[in-house]
């Protein structure tokens, strides 16, 4: 009897240790569909193996490129719109260079996220909101070189707005609507929301400036008052983000890299399951969360983010659509002083409203995307790092190229914009705090947008605080 028991627990040893080496050779291997992938959460905080991965060629590139979107039916609108400069009117213009954007934004994303899946998520989440902050940046210093500085302050305000308050409701709104709950590193969150709350901060010192010794200075020592006080905060600002590049890629970059939240979440349907299951049956449910027969799904979708071409098509398509986005945001910052006037609406709202969602586009869908595949870490790092970005990095840029072609743009925003702002990050800030985040809570922010949106469309722009009105 113990020879036979003997034998069996042999038997045992070898069926595991045959077990163990199987895995070891299948997250080695190259093929796809039928052999088991890695955890999620090793998945995603390490970049992909490339070198056991053929390289894609340029056909296949192009392909993958062209079939990323049905968005990209709309380029057929980007050389009508270049050609409506010379030809229609400032309204049409306008409104085929207003389309022409969108999918060259969504092709940026594409090419963006093809070059980020070679760099892994942080860095990744980095050239996604780097890159998706290329059109605002364009329109932003086309619209200064042309002096509209309330049109360039307004896209700033409305593509933080934009970021925080619609791409990261439509996050969690959408997201939520597949998961019951959704959890994300509530640390990193916390983080990106203090220095919002910081660039907040410095958009309220030059208005309460302003306020407290408007009456008390000539309008040339105001404005220049306000300007150097500007230009000092932008530095600052300035100085601010690149320490948290250093924060994030080097000193803590750990604290960015933890598994993410996805590796344990939980859809509908598997709660359904688990409430149809014993005890016994929800402990296996468990053991096996990332077994190949249960992520058959998730698999499918980590496919998807294999690199679909080659390193230098991306770079050369980033190039391409880069130059692309400027000659259709050229054509489309003239249009707007026209088109203002024919249309009876403000350059407030069209610089809050309508450029953001076009600037925004690549985000909102990256953004969107990620995050119905479960990686609210990614959303987050595209939605709230790329209002972060845009706070901390291109409003104080553009008041330092302002400063260098001598035209007066300033960090000085009137009351209610400096109080929109503040609301906003504040509204975030509550809802990322606990670190989870579901449907209702993205319908609040989709809401408080739509809200803020109805008032800046009644926003005169005699009300902004350009300072040559001061």
């Given at each position: 009897?113990d020879s036979k028991y003997?034998?069996s627990?042999?038997d045992?040893?070898?069926?595991?240790?045959?077990?163990?080496?199987?895995l070891?050779q299948?997250?080695?291997?190259?093929s796809?569909?039928?052999i088991?992938?890695q955890?999620?959460a090793?998945?995603m905080?390490t970049?992909?193996d490339?070198?056991?991965?053929?390289?894609?060629?340029?056909?296949e590139?192009?392909?993958a490129?062209?079939?990323?979107?049905?968005i990209?039916?709309?380029?057929?609108?980007?050389?009508?719109?270049?050609a409506?400069?010379?030809?229609?009117?400032?309204t049409v213009?306008?409104?085929?260079?207003?389309?022409?954007i969108i999918?060259?934004a969504?092709?940026l994303g594409?090419?963006?996220?093809?070059?980020?899946?070679r760099t892994?998520e942080?860095?990744g989440?980095?050239?996604?909101?780097?890159f998706?902050?290329?059109?605002?940046?364009?329109?932003s210093?086309?619209?200064?070189t042309?002096?509209?500085v309330?049109?360039v302050?307004?896209s700033m305000l409305?593509?933080?707005l934009?970021n925080?308050?619609l791409?990261l409701?439509?996050?969690?709104?959408f997201?939520?609507i597949?998961y019951?709950e959704q959890?994300?590193n509530e640390?990193?969150?916390q983080?990106s929301a203090?220095?919002?709350?910081?660039?907040t901060?410095s958009?309220?010192l030059?208005a309460?400036f302003?306020?407290?010794?408007?009456n008390k200075?000539?309008s040339?020592?105001?404005?220049?008052?306000?300007?150097?006080?500007s230009?000092?905060?932008?530095?600052?600002l300035?100085i601010?983000?690149?320490?948290?590049?250093?924060?994030q890629l080097?000193?803590h970059?750990?604290?960015?890299?933890q598994?993410?939240a996805?590796?344990?979440?939980?859809?509908?349907q598997?709660n359904?399951?688990?409430r149809?299951?014993t005890?016994?049956?929800?402990e296996?449910?468990n053991?096996?969360?990332?077994?190949?027969?249960q992520n058959?799904?998730d698999?499918?979708?980590?496919?998807?983010?294999?690199?679909?071409m080659?390193?230098?098509?991306?770079?050369?398509?980033?190039?391409?659509?880069?130059?692309?986005v400027?000659?259709?945001?050229?054509?489309?910052?003239?249009a707007?002083e026209d088109?203002?006037?024919?249309?009876?609406?403000?350059?407030t709202?069209?610089?809050?409203?309508l450029?953001p969602i076009?600037?925004?586009?690549?985000e909102?869908?990256t953004a969107v995307?990620?995050a119905?595949?479960n990686?609210?870490d990614?959303a987050?790092?595209?939605?709230v790092g790329?209002s972060?970005q845009?706070?901390?990095?291109?409003?104080?840029?553009m008041?330092?190229i302002g400063?260098?072609?001598?035209?007066?743009?300033?960090?000085?925003?009137n009351v209610y914009?400096?109080?929109?702002?503040f609301?906003?990050?504040v509204m975030?800030?509550?809802?990322?705090m606990?670190?989870?985040s579901?449907?209702l809570?993205?319908?609040m922010?989709?809401?408080l947008?739509?809200?803020l949106?109805?008032s800046f469309?009644?926003?005169?722009?005699a009300a902004s605080?350009?300072?040559?009105s001061?």
């Open positions: 009897m003997q034998t627990g042999d045992e040893s070898k069926v595991a240790m045959t077990t163990v080496k199987s070891e299948s997250s080695d291997s190259s796809t569909a039928d088991p992938q955890p999620i090793a998945v905080t970049p992909i490339l070198e056991t991965r053929p390289e894609p060629t340029a056909t590139g192009l392909m490129l062209v079939k990323s979107s049905w990209n039916a709309l380029v057929v609108f980007i050389p009508i719109g270049i409506s400069h010379f030809v229609w009117s400032s213009t306008f409104i085929l260079n207003f389309i022409a999918p060259l969504k092709l594409f090419a963006t996220e093809d070059i980020a899946l892994g942080v860095i989440g980095l050239l996604n909101a780097s998706g902050n290329a059109v605002e940046l364009i329109i210093i086309i619209s200064l042309q002096n509209l309330v049109v302050q307004a409305g593509s933080i934009s925080l308050l791409v409701g439509m996050c969690f709104w997201g939520g597949k019951t959890k994300f640390t990193v969150a983080t203090s220095l919002l709350f910081i660039a901060t958009l309220l030059p309460a302003y306020a407290s010794v408007g200075e000539t040339e020592e105001l404005t220049s008052d306000i300007l150097n006080i230009r000092a905060t932008s530095i600052i300035l601010i983000y690149f320490s948290y590049l250093f924060f080097k000193t970059k750990d604290l960015f890299l598994a993410p996805e590796a344990r979440r939980v859809s509908y598997v359904q399951q688990r149809s299951t005890g016994t049956d929800i296996q449910l053991a096996n969360s990332t077994s190949p027969s058959a799904h698999n499918e979708e980590e496919e998807e983010e294999v690199p679909q080659p390193f230098w098509m991306a770079i050369i398509v980033l190039l391409v659509i880069t130059a692309l400027a000659v259709c945001a050229e054509f489309l910052v003239s707007i088109v203002v006037e024919q249309w009876h609406i403000s350059e709202f069209v610089g809050l409203i450029l076009v600037g925004n586009a690549a909102h869908l995307t990620v119905m595949k990686k609210m990614l987050l790092g595209v939605a790329s972060m845009i706070a901390l990095l291109v409003t104080p840029l008041v330092i400063w260098g072609i001598q035209v007066d743009m300033s960090l000085l925003f914009e400096t109080a929109v702002m609301i906003a990050v975030v800030n509550y809802l990322m606990d670190g989870k579901n449907w809570e993205g319908l922010l989709f809401a947008y739509i809200l949106a109805i469309y009644y926003y005169p722009d605080s350009e300072l040559t001061a």
